[in-house]
């Protein structure tokens, strides 16, 4: 195939008044028309400073493009070097040349302009369409990118649109021209895995109908299996490894390859702690990388291997057995047991405590849980209809056990969450917890009971203070509660909880913005914790994060479950995960609970058409099924 793309020595660094970070250094790669080349690592390895590179999309003073070159092959211009074009030929190449897909979409369109307005604005900018013309255009495109009712999202606002059809609106944007290239950084992170499906067949069909090559960036292995035909492995900047996708799956010669394609979870395994990347390389004394000897050769990618001292929990207070195991020996309710035997019943994900006779108390019961939010059509009109995100949904949540819930966006899982925890009012029905029902709690002693339940959000940047350290955030539910002793008591239980997450002391002076994401997950973990709570409600909190980072908050929060028999409610959409946390699984759809069961049961064997969808949509790494794709 011919050229399209060829990159030759490209070097970026960020300068600042204090320090000069180079963010890529001296890469090189080429993507021929029609091939699809992914760009994969963890978050700060270079990849999206690569891309806005291309398009000259660099905040400016700060980002310098060092060396390098970028030939492209454009329509109009010709044979042209992208990283010297002047400002005016690069608005000819962007969208018409070259168009990209931004990982967030509701930050990437305007919420002030309709979506097809949009969509409209680029038609107009790069052709010659006239008004009338290219809304029926937009309208097409909007068909093509497979968007429910096109005709309605065109006049629809951003925020009007779930996640998933926000993103088919900005690849319907970047479409709208017939680019030679597309850039799709981080497509379909934090998206259901059902729409990721969609969006993925998408991408094929464009670049199948139309020849276009497509430079895809993630930190998601599973999907590049999926789509790629090339990888380009970077690590700090630099491509430490490059191949095929088959290569690259079967046979992956970098120590950093080796540790990204571990430590994801996987279907097909059960309770094992995951690998890290620490554990496949290490830093010598010059800053190069190197393998690890004693993990060399230990495990194949994808495979789990015994616990290394990289991957050992961290130091934490032993607590033996949860309160509520103890309730429930003491009541003669449950066998006197500790708590690793507990979780030793849940091997491979089966809850055996379902044969166990009498069973133990349950922390939670929902029953029959109903929260609709009315909508009121028209403006003078009295009818009101009812969104039902929450319908007659009934679960229990047992001691010292992770129930994972999973759907897609809109189902309803997150109501449900915020409604356990009292943060949304239910329409009808019953929340016990621990024998006391939370709906009918006055204010006040509700808030006194809000120490034993706490919720990990989703974005752990917005879930922060920006304003406040570290420390006075994790201080913060402590002082409100009045609890931890004095304030130098206080103090030391905030550097114990920092410690507990794997963070040293010194991030107590420290804001959010100097810490990593997964970093800045831990804090939220860390100021959970603060309370001592007995079920903590973990709200998509790793959907965002580099599979790497994501395998070390996983193990951190199984070594809290073991360690201080904390119970988690898993809610999440990605169904491996889910897996790999929970021993029971609740699948939700509509507002409903259309499955439920022991969860290696439901992953072997499930019975309801809705959860067979989500499984069926999971991206495979499987080498046959590689194969036989870059055959065809």
Request: glycine share 6%.
């Amino acid at each position: 195939m011919p050229l399209l793309l060829t990159v030759q020595n490209l070097t970026v660094d960020f300068r600042s008044r204090r320090t000069n970070t180079q963010a890529v250094a001296g890469i090189s790669f080429e993507v021929a028309r029609g091939e699809v080349v992914a760009i994969v690592g963890e978050s700060g390895s270079g990849k999206s400073v690569t891309s806005l590179a291309l398009l000259g999309l660099l905040a400016k003073p700060a980002a310098h493009i060092e060396s390098g070159t970028a030939r492209f092959a454009s329509k109009k211009l010709g044979d042209i070097d992208l990283l010297q074009l002047s400002e005016a030929e690069l608005q000819q190449v962007r969208g018409n040349d070259i168009s990209m897909i931004f990982q967030e979409p509701m930050t990437s369109l305007n919420p002030v302009l309709t979506c097809g307005s949009q969509v409209v604005e680029a038609l107009r900018l790069h052709t010659t369409l006239g008004p009338a013309e290219a809304e029926a255009r937009t309208i097409e495109l909007f068909a093509e990118a497979q968007l429910p009712r096109p005709a309605a999202i065109f006049k629809s606002y951003p925020h009007e649109i779930s996640g998933g059809q926000k993103q088919r609106v900005m690849i319907a944007m970047a479409m709208a021209c017939r680019p030679a290239l597309l850039i799709a950084d981080e497509p379909t992170t934090a998206l259901d895995v059902t729409v990721q499906a969609r969006i993925l067949d998408l991408i094929r069909d464009l670049r199948r109908e139309h020849n276009t090559a497509v430079l895809f960036i993630t930190h998601d292995l599973g999907v590049v299996a999926e789509i790629a035909d090339r990888i380009l492995v970077m690590y700090r900047g630099r491509v430490v490894e490059q191949g095929t996708v088959l290569d690259i799956f079967t046979n992956p010669q970098h120590p950093y390859t080796k540790g990204l394609l571990a430590c994801r979870p996987r279907l097909s395994i059960g309770r094992e702690r995951l690998p890290v990347v620490s554990d496949f390389m290490a830093v010598d004394t010059t800053g190069n990388l190197i393998a690890r000897p004693e993990t060399s050769a230990a495990a194949a990618p994808g495979e789990l291997r015994p616990e290394s001292e990289s991957s050992k929990p961290f130091p934490v207070e032993q607590k033996g057995r949860s309160t509520a195991v103890v309730d429930a020996v003491g009541a003669g309710l449950a066998p006197a047991r500790p708590l690793d035997d507990l979780n030793a019943d849940t091997v491979n994900g089966v809850n055996r405590w379902a044969g166990v006779s009498p069973a133990p108390i349950p922390l939670l019961e929902v029953e029959n849980l109903r929260v609709y939010f009315p909508i009121r059509k028209g403006f003078f009109t009295r009818k009101t209809e009812f969104v039902k995100a929450v319908d007659d949904v009934s679960f229990t949540i047992y001691p010292g056990e992770t129930v994972g819930l999973v759907g897609e966006s809109g189902c309803g899982k997150t109501t449900l969450g915020r409604t356990l925890l009292q943060l949304t009012e239910p329409t009808s029905g019953r929340i016990l917890f621990e024998g006391t029902d939370l709906t009918q709690l006055p204010a006040a002693e509700l808030r006194h009971r809000r120490r034993e339940f706490q919720l990990v959000f989703q974005d752990p940047y917005a879930a922060l203070n920006p304003m406040l350290t570290v420390g006075e955030a994790i201080l913060e539910p402590l002082r409100v509660h009045g609890v931890g002793g004095s304030r130098a008591e206080q103090r030391a239980r905030v550097r114990e909880l920092l410690r507990t997450v794997g963070l040293s002391d010194d991030a107590e002076q420290r804001y959010p913005h100097e810490f990593s994401g997964g970093q800045r997950q831990r804090i939220c973990i860390a100021r959970a914790l603060a309370l001592r709570p007995k079920l903590i409600v973990c709200d998509e909190s790793v959907s965002a994060l580099d599979v790497s980072v994501q395998a070390q908050v996983l193990n951190l929060l199984n070594d809290l479950k073991r360690e201080l028999g904390i119970t988690y409610l898993f809610i999440t959409h990605d169904l491996s995960v889910a897996r790999f946390m929970s021993d029971r699984l609740l699948v939700m759809s509509q507002g409903r609970i259309v499955e439920a069961g022991p969860a290696a049961e439901v992953y072997a064997h499930p019975q309801n058409p809705y959860t067979q969808q989500l499984l069926a949509a999971i991206p495979s790494d499987d080498p046959a099924r590689i194969r036989a794709r870059v055959q065809l």
